[in-house]
């Protein structure tokens, strides 16, 4: 019986420590924020990568104008382009649009938040706080999960 109880418990152990991250979903006026989250990074990196999915429910157009992050000095909203086979990446100086009806992905290779001069690295399994503010809709506190270093999404990244 001892050893039954052993083996049960460090299965319930294992599995606790494979636990998948899942992010948290938001709403702000007709918007949902999806499940955000970033990529760890390693320690001396100036720059940090965030994704989500934006879908609009209302019947007007919004618009992702600004992000901030406690480990960051400023964040932008990018996107990303391929043009005879170079990756470009930009950033949106007036904002991500998303019209009425809309998903909008925030997702590697495409758009993206970007944290710049980041204060501390981003450390798998700890949260990142931040702060989406849309046109009409107005502010909304966030967390983005932080998964492993190229992870590719949200869920990939268990504590």
């Not at 019947?59 to 992050?69: F, G, I, Q, R, W």
């Not at 649009?97 to 700890?126: A, D, Q, Y």
């Not at 989406?132 to 504590?159: C, D, R, S, T």
Request: charged content about 25%; some cysteine.
């Amino acid at each position: 019986m001892r050893t039954k109880t052993i083996l049960i418990a460090t299965a319930l152990a294992a599995s606790a420590m494979t636990t998948t991250i899942w992010a948290a979903d938001y709403d702000v006026g007709s918007l949902r924020v999806e499940q955000p989250w970033a990529r760890a990074t390693p320690k001396g990196a100036q720059v940090g990568v965030g994704y989500m999915t934006l879908r609009n429910r209302g019947s007007v157009t919004d618009k992702l104008t600004c992000v901030s992050a406690e480990v960051a000095a400023r964040c932008e909203i990018h996107t990303m382009a391929e043009k005879d086979g170079v990756l470009t990446m930009r950033p949106l100086p007036d904002g991500l649009e998303i019209k009425p009806g809309e998903t909008v992905e925030l997702k590697p290779g495409s758009f993206h938040v970007m944290f710049v001069e980041l204060r501390t690295p981003l450390e798998r399994g700890k949260p990142v706080k931040g702060v989406l503010k849309f046109e009409k809709a107005g502010p909304v506190n966030i967390e983005f999960e932080v998964a492993p270093v190229g992870a590719p999404g949200p869920g990939h990244g268990g504590h």
